[in-house]
């Protein structure tokens, strides 16, 4: 890479953060079971430890999002988020994105806020302002919501029925986040399948952003990158959201075959470069301010066989890398070739910017952060898995949890 690049490679890296799910520190598997790690986190604590260590690694990842019924005891006690507001600065970060749980309680069987069942939708948004007031009392900027909301059936429900109800309830939500909550983001997540397998009430970006229209400016279409179905243009969906002023932020991970919360770009790195060039582009039209994008980056990834901490490690620094790719595109040459109708310069000039080695403008960032210039290879030389792994089996074994077969 020339000086320039570099250059302009370090400031981008200066002003990228991305976020870490506090459950991609527990364990976690698939339907078909469940392969526990000696160092996997048990506790808000321990999450919030893990992601600390993750951010003292890459210096990029400052906020962690949470799940409120795996992370919470009692999200309505006001002690509470005075506590986690404490633990997290305890290791150096702070709560991100509030993700509320309409899921997994019996009363969601049929669906939460679509569901036929008044009290069901009303336990559904008792929740939710709950996870507001949390998000408010702990200093987080957003609240991301997911519904597992579907039939499995045709016939089984009123399609229109359903997604009317939702869109009534979003915009009940963002009234009442304008007045507790001001300045905070509700990010809406869609997602084509799973668990539903006939209809999903949010199947795809364009019900999202149905619903944010509907529900306020505010209202914030979230891009997970595994919720697509094969073939899907995502940096086409991201391009047309920023345009619409509507892209609120994404779940990154990666996927062979659908949801696979697989570690970022460990499929298709060229893809969430092309996302990040779609981001690029924008900025540089729009001749923003770096960093003033309001676009939230953050990791929604489970690994079940993988280190944790490693994934994650890897995770932002690929991030990282392919960010600084993104930036580094000759945007006035760009402009140029398209504008001739250059097909082929146009495409060299992606492909060189992703196929620039990028590494001398990380290692120097790194420097002068006073971070380690490999920080995967940091960790996993650290020994810190092992030892966590160890005290954590001691303590589970304490508390009279299941231990676990080892990893580390
Ligand atoms: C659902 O698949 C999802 O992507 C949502 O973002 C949830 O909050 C998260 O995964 C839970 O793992
Ligand atoms: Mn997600
Ligand atoms: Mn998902």
């Not at 048990?42 to 430890?49: G, N, P, R, Y």
């Not at 779609?278 to 066989?305: C, R, W």
């Amino acid at each position: 890479m020339n000086r320039k690049q570099k250059a302009k490679a370090i400031e981008a890296l200066d002003r990228f953060r991305i976020e870490l799910p506090s459950w991609g520190f527990a364990n976690t598997g698939t339907r078909f079971g469940k392969f526990m790690q000696d160092a996997a986190a048990s506790t808000l604590e321990e999450k919030l430890h893990d992601a600390g260590l993750v951010n003292a690694l890459t210096g990029a990842c400052p906020t962690v999002a949470v799940h409120v019924l795996w992370d919470f005891d009692d999200p309505t006690d006001p002690a509470s988020a005075k506590t986690t507001r404490r633990l997290a600065r305890k290791h150096g970060v702070k709560i991100g994105s509030i993700n509320p749980n309409v899921f997994q309680d019996q009363a969601y069987k049929l669906g939460s806020f679509c569901s036929p069942d008044a009290s069901a939708r009303q336990s559904a948004m008792d929740h939710t302002l709950d996870s507001v007031a949390l998000g408010a009392a702990v200093g987080s900027k957003s609240i991301s919501m997911w519904l597992a909301d579907g039939t499995n059936y045709p016939g089984q429900d009123n399609i229109r029925r359903r997604f009317n109800d939702l869109k009534d309830a979003m915009k009940q939500l963002h009234l009442k986040m304008g007045r507790s909550w001001r300045g905070a983001k509700l990010l809406i997540e869609y997602k084509p399948f799973e668990p539903a397998f006939y209809h999903t009430d949010i199947p795809d970006w364009g019900a999202s952003l149905l619903l944010c229209q509907h529900a306020g400016p505010q209202a914030k279409v979230l891009v997970d990158t595994g919720h697509h179905l094969p073939g899907c243009n995502i940096e086409q969906i991201v391009a047309l959201l920023l345009n619409e002023g509507r892209l609120g932020g994404f779940h990154f991970n990666d996927r062979k075959y659908a949801d696979d919360d697989l570690t970022l770009g460990s499929i298709d790195p060229y893809a969430v470069f092309r996302i990040f060039n779609e981001i690029a582009q924008f900025e540089f039209e729009a001749k923003k301010a770096p960093g003033s994008t309001p676009v939230d980056y953050m990791v929604d990834q489970s690994h079940n066989l993988k280190p944790k901490l490693e994934a994650m490690v890897q995770t932002v620094c690929e991030a990282q890398k392919l960010f600084v790719k993104a930036q580094i595109v000759d945007r006035e040459a760009l402009a140029r070739a398209q504008a001739k109708g250059d097909i082929t310069g146009a495409e060299v000039l992606l492909k060189s910017a992703f196929d620039t080695d990028v590494s001398p403008a990380l290692e120097a960032w790194r420097k002068g952060q006073k971070l380690e210039k490999d920080p995967l290879a940091a960790l996993r030389k650290s020994g810190v898995i092992k030892q966590l792994g160890r005290e954590r089996k001691k303590a589970r074994a304490e508390r009279g949890e299941e231990g676990g077969s080892s990893y580390a």
